[in-house]
């Protein structure tokens, strides 16, 4: 049976900081952030959104009625939940109005999550192959003001629909994965900013691609020529280029030039809106698929997913008859084209606003955020959230 990807979608706040005026406001030479790190702008969640309204506006863009029918799992990956014990994706499941006969559930593995409910869905379609799984990659990036991962930060979120048959991708069953416990990046339970070892990360990162891609090759019996593109998890864009550039000398001089160019493809979301953690990948993917109109069905793409503390994992799919068709272009165009920049000061008030935890209420103005579904409040410890597609009708 074919399972894989049948639909995927995007969404990202509306504001975001140039990654030059961040450099001149820190006293960093701005090719640091543009080159030597990679990116160009960095995307910045306003209070009205957080991981379940980002995750939710990333599926409604997706979703048709046979889907909300036809959906019985959903999954959301993320490592910024929300609650300790509460799923997010509950949330996401009656803001969607989602089917209610289907399992809801929230999986952690720091970058990690999305892909181990991608593998899970493979598994609960192969054995219904009429159902569709809703997986959820949602994550805000937090390391801190002035700190060296600052420029590493973001917001944003991928949906996927998982099907039999899919329209877009057709995900092989050779995969090569590897856990070891290490503290390269971690967020203790206490605190809403990431820990992170910045060079070890990035050798681990590296050391776990190197190890899972070996075993790939041979389990799978493939080289890099069987490739069209391989995409990476990003924490930042020069990492995965990092990655790459270890196995470039593998191929052809052709395919070098076809892995490097794709590459660059799959990083232009990422330059504008930054880290999304779980949601990177796939960012990562969707980059490749709506940038490069000229791929081809059959053409084989590689997935790197790293998720610190850590796990890695290497698999492939294969691009299917005009998939181009099923994708929404169009629409993420409209996202980045309808985003406003904020200056470095404003980035930093909004950074540093933050929800309450003592239980009081608070309501927030959502007229300025133009994201359909928002947080509205809180009241008595209970978030409250917006459809604003759904009042409008
Ligand atoms: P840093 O110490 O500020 O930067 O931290 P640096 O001094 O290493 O410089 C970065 C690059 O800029 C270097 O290039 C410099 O040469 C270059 P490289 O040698 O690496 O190729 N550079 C310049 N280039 C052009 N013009 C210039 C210039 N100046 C310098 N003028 C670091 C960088 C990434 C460590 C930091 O931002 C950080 O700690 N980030 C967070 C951790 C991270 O992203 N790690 C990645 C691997 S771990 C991972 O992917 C998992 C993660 O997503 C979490 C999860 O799984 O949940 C993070």
Request: hydrophobic letters at 40%; aromatic letters at 10%.
């Amino acid at each position: 049976m074919k399972i894989g990807i049948d639909k995927i979608g995007f969404y990202t706040p509306h504001l975001y900081v140039d990654m030059n005026e961040l450099a001149v406001a820190r006293d960093v030479e701005p090719e640091k952030f543009t080159i030597g790190i990679g990116q160009d702008e960095m995307a910045i969640a306003p209070i009205t959104q957080d991981p379940v309204t980002l995750a939710a506006n990333a599926a409604l863009n997706i979703l048709d009625e046979e889907d909300v029918s036809k959906i019985d799992f959903v999954m959301f990956g993320t490592e910024t939940g929300i609650d300790h014990s509460k799923s997010a994706g509950v949330y996401v499941h009656h803001l969607l109005g989602l089917n209610p006969s289907a399992r809801t559930i929230e999986l952690k593995q720091a970058c990690y999550g999305a892909t181990a409910a991608i593998q899970l869905a493979k598994g609960h379609i192969a054995l219904n192959p009429e159902s569709k799984v809703l997986v959820l990659a949602s994550d805000i990036a937090r390391y801190g003001l002035q700190t060296p991962g600052e420029v590493t930060q973001g917001a944003g979120a991928v949906a996927l629909i998982i099907s039999a048959d899919p329209k877009i991708m057709v995900l092989e069953n050779e995969q090569a994965y590897v856990t070891k416990d290490i503290m390269d990046f971690w967020r203790p339970t206490y605190s809403d900013i990431a820990f992170v070892d910045g060079k070890f990360s990035n050798d681990q990162y590296l050391a776990f691609f190197n190890t899972v891609w070996a075993q790939y090759k041979e389990k799978a019996n493939k080289n890099i020529e069987d490739f069209a593109a391989i995409c990476y998890h990003l924490p930042y864009t020069k990492m995965g280029l990092k990655a790459l550039r270890t196995i470039l000398e593998e191929g052809e001089e052709r395919t070098q030039e076809r892995l490097q160019e794709n590459f660059q493809l799959s990083t232009k979301y990422s330059r504008k809106v930054g880290n999304i953690y779980t949601a990177s990948l796939y960012l990562g993917l969707l980059s490749l698929l709506e940038m490069n109109e000229n791929l081809q069905a059959g053409e084989r793409i590689g997935l790197f997913s790293y998720g610190s503390g850590a796990v890695g994992e290497f698999f492939s799919g294969v691009l299917q008859p005009n998939y181009r068709d099923y994708l929404i272009v169009e629409k993420h165009q409209e996202l980045f084209a309808n985003r406003k920049r904020v200056t470095v000061a404003e980035y930093e008030e909004i950074f540093t606003e933050s929800l309450p935890t003592d239980g009081s209420t608070v309501e927030f103005e959502t007229v300025n955020d133009p994201a359909a579904i928002c947080l509205t409040g809180i009241t008595e410890h209970m978030r409250q959230y917006l459809n604003k597609s759904e009042h409008s009708e």
